[in-house]
C-alpha cells in the first residue's frame, strides 16, 4: 500500500489461518505500508494461525514494514506480527520494520507482548560470505554455497571486500544472489572469483515480550555459520532472548554483534547460548563415545564418561580415558565449547560462542554460554566462549560460562569455558560476576580462563548502509507567490510565475535529480539544491509560469523514475 496520507481507525491484517485438531496454523503473511503521515488508532496485524492444544503447532508470525515520514499521531504498539498461541507449541514472532524520515537506517522489533510463549527462535540472517563463481551486472552466483532461498532479501551485498559498494538484495536461490539494478552493476565493483559479503545492519534493534530471536548465517553449508547484525543501538527487554542454533556435525556457530552506541538487557533478559556448541557424545549426529572439540571433529574428543575442555579441563568419569586438550585464548575467546564423552547415555553439549563490541553496555541481564548437563553416564559439556568489548560497563547483571554438571556417581563434569571483558569505564558492574565455573559431578570439571582488561575503547566502522534502502520520495512542497493578484482598482494582475520549495529526502541525495514537465512528456532536470540539516536531506527551489500544469519526479539517475 502506497499513500500520501493513511489515518486508520479500522484494521489492516493479514493473519494466518488456522489449523485443525491436527492440522498447524499457518504463518502470518506479509504486509508493507509507505505513507507520508500516519496517523489514527487502528490496527496492522500478520499473526500466526492457532491450531489444535494437543497435537499440532501455531503458524509464525508474519512480516510487516511501515516506511513514513511523519507518525505522530499514529499508535505504533498496535502493530503486530506474533505467533499463533493456542496450540501444542506455540508458532515464534514475526518481524515489524519501522523507517522513517527521522530514522533513515530503521527500526527492527522482534515482539511476543508477553502472550506467546515460542518454542523456536525467530531467525535473522546475515552472511559470512564466499567466493563468487560468476558475476553478472545484477547477479552473483557461487556454486559452493547452499543459500537460504529468499532468506537473503533486504540484505546489503558487498561484492567485492576490499571495496565498500554495497548493492540491496531483493532476491535468491540457493546459490545467487540478485541485486536491485537501482543500485548499479555489480561489474563495476567487482570481478568474478572476488570475495563477497552481506551484513544485516540496522538503526535499532529491539526484542521485547519474550521474543526468542536466533542469529545465523544464511549460506547452509558454511563450516562455521556464526550470524552478524550490526546496530546503532539494541534493547532485549521484557523476558527476551538472544541466541544462535545449536551446532551440527557439519557445522558449527556463534553469534556477533556490535552496537555503535548502547546495548540494553534488561534484568530478565538474556544472550544465552548454552549447550550450544560442539555436540556431547552419543548424541544425533555424534554417535560415537566422544564428544567433538575444536574444528567440530570427533578426533581427539573427551573419551568414555569425561568432560568437555575449553579453558579448563573437563573432569575425569569412573571408566579413565582422557578429556580433550584446551584449546582458544584467554584474551580473545572465538571457539565454542566441547562436547562431554559418553559410554552409554550420551554427553552434554558445549557451551556457544557470544561476541560482542558495544560502546555502552547496561547489562542487568545475562551473557550465557555454559556447557550442556551431561547425565548419570556422560560428561557434561565445557563452557563456551564470551567475548565483551565496551567503552562504558554498567549494570549488575553476569557472565557465564560454566562447564555442565553432569551425574554424582560415575562421570566427570564440563571444564569452564573462557570470558573476556575489556572495558574502558565501568559504570558499577561488578566485576565479580564474571564466572566460568567446571561443572559438579563424580569428578568436577576444572575453571576455566577470565581475562579483565582496561583499555582504551575503539570505536569499529560506525553503520552507514542499512539492511534495506531508505525513503526516498517527496518530504513537502510549498508554493510561495499567487498566480493572480487584485489591484486597488478590482482588476486582476496575472503573475509571471510562482516559486515551488521542495524538500526531499534520499539514502544517497548525490544520485537523484528532480524532474519537472508540463505534459508527462518532456522532462527537464532541476538542478538547484541545497543541503540540509537532517540526513540525506535536500532543498529545491524553481520557478515555474503560472497557470500552466507542473509534475514533479524523484529519478535515480541514468535509471528508471522511482516516484512522482
Request: proline fraction near 4%.
Amino acid at each position: 500500500m502506497t499513500v500520501n496520507t493513511l489515518n486508520l481507525e479500522g484494521q489492516i491484517l493479514a493473519h494466518g489461518g488456522n489449523g485443525t485438531p491436527w492440522g498447524g496454523g499457518g504463518s502470518g503473511g506479509g504486509i508493507k505500508i509507505t505513507s507520508g503521515t500516519i496517523s489514527g488508532g487502528g490496527l496492522i496485524r500478520a499473526n500466526g494461525g492457532t491450531a489444535g492444544t494437543t497435537q499440532p503447532g501455531g503458524g509464525g508470525g508474519g512480516r510487516i514494514a511501515i516506511y513514513y515520514t511523519d507518525g505522530a499521531a499514529f499508535d505504533f504498539a498496535n502493530v503486530q506480527a506474533v505467533g499463533g498461541q493456542i496450540a501444542r507449541q506455540a508458532g515464534t514472532a514475526g518481524t515489524i520494520y519501522f523507517e522513517s524520515t527521522a530514522t533513515p537506517l530503521g527500526e527492527l522489533i522482534v515482539h511476543a507482548f508477553g502472550t506467546n510463549v515460542p518454542t523456536a527462535f525467530t531467525p535473522l540472517l546475515s552472511l559470512a560470505g564466499g567466493s563468487s563463481t560468476a558475476l553478472e551486472a545484477n547477479r552473483l552466483t557461487d556454486t559452493n554455497a547452499s543459500f537460504i532461498p529468499g532468506g537473503l532479501i533486504g540484505l546489503r551485498l558487498q561484492p567485492d571486500t576490499g571495496t565498500a559498494a554495497t548493492f540491496r538484495i531483493v532476491g535468491n536461490t540457493t546459490n545467487t544472489i540478485v541485486t536491485d539494478p537501482a543500485d548499479g552493476p555489480l561489474t563495476s565493483v567487482a570481478t568474478v572469483g572476488g570475495t563477497y559479503f552481506a551484513e544485516l545492519g540496522v538503526g535499532h534493534l529491539a526484542l521485547r515480550g519474550g521474543a526468542k530471536v536466533d542469529l545465523v548465517d544464511g549460506d547452509r553449508l558454511r563450516p562455521d555459520r556464526r550470524g552478524r547484525l550490526h546496530a546503532r543501538t539494541v534493547e532485549i527487554l521484557g523476558g527476551s532472548w538472544l541466541s544462535h542454533p545449536e551446532s551440527s556435525d557439519v557445522f558449527q556457530t556463534g553469534l556477533e554483534l556490535v552496537v555503535d552506541d548502547a546495548l540494553t538487557i534488561d534484568a530478565t533478559s538474556r544472550v544465552d547460548v548454552t549447550g550450544r556448541g560442539y555436540l556431547g557424545a552419543r548424541r544425533p549426529g555424534n554417535n560415537v563415545w566422544e564428544g567433538r572439540t575444536l574444528g567440530n571433529t570427533s578426533v581427539g574428543g573427551s573419551t568414555r564418561r569425561n568432560g568437555g575442555s575449553y579453558g579448563g579441563s573437563g573432569g575425569i568419569g569412573t571408566a579413565g580415558g582422557t578429556a580433550n586438550a584446551l584449546y582458544g585464548q584467554p584474551e580473545d575467546p572465538n571457539e565454542p565449547g566441547s562436547g562431554g564423552g559418553a559410554d552409554s547415555d550420551f554427553g552434554g553439549h558445549g557451551g556457544g560462542l557470544i561476541r560482542i563490541v558495544a560502546r555502552n553496555v547496561t547489562l542487568n541481564g545475562q551473557l550465557v554460554a555454559n556447557g550442556g548437563a551431561g547425565t548419570p553416564w556422560g560428561g557434561g559439556g565445557s563452557g563456551g566462549g564470551i567475548k565483551l568489548t565496551a567503552e562504558t560497563l554498567g549494570g549488575a547483571g553476569s557472565l557465564s560460562a560454566h562447564g555442565g554438571d553432569a551425574g554424582s556417581t560415575q562421570p566427570g563434569g564440563g571444564g569452564g569455558g573462557r570470558v573476556a571483558v575489556l572495558y574502558q569505564t565501568l559504570d558499577g558492574f561488578p566485576l565479580a560476576n564474571v564466572l566460568a565455573n567446571g561443572g559438579t559431578a563424580w569428578g568436577a570439571g576444572a575453571n576455566g580462563s577470565l581475562f579483565l582488561q582496561q583499555l582504551n575503547y575503539v570505536s569499529p566502522p560506525a553503520l552507514t548502509n542499512p539492511s534495506r534502502n531508505g525513503f526516498v520520495g517527496f518530504t513537502s512542497i510549498q508554493l510561495f507567490g499567487s498566480p493572480n493578484l487584485i489591484s486597488a482598482n478590482g482588476h486582476s494582475l496575472a503573475e509571471e510565475s510562482v516559486t515551488l520549495e521542495i524538500r526531499w529526502q534520499a539514502p544517497d541525495p548525490e544520485r537523484y535529480v528532480i524532474e519537472m514537465s508540463h505534459d508527462l512528456v518532456h522532462w527537464t532536470p532541476v538542478t538547484l539544491s541545497y543541503s540540509l540539516a537532517d540526513e540525506g536531506g535536500r532543498l529545491t527551489r524553481l520557478a515555474h509560469d503560472a497557470g500552466r500544469n507542473c509534475f514533479l519526479r524523484l529519478r535515480l539517475k541514468s535509471t528508471a523514475w522511482l516516484g512522482r
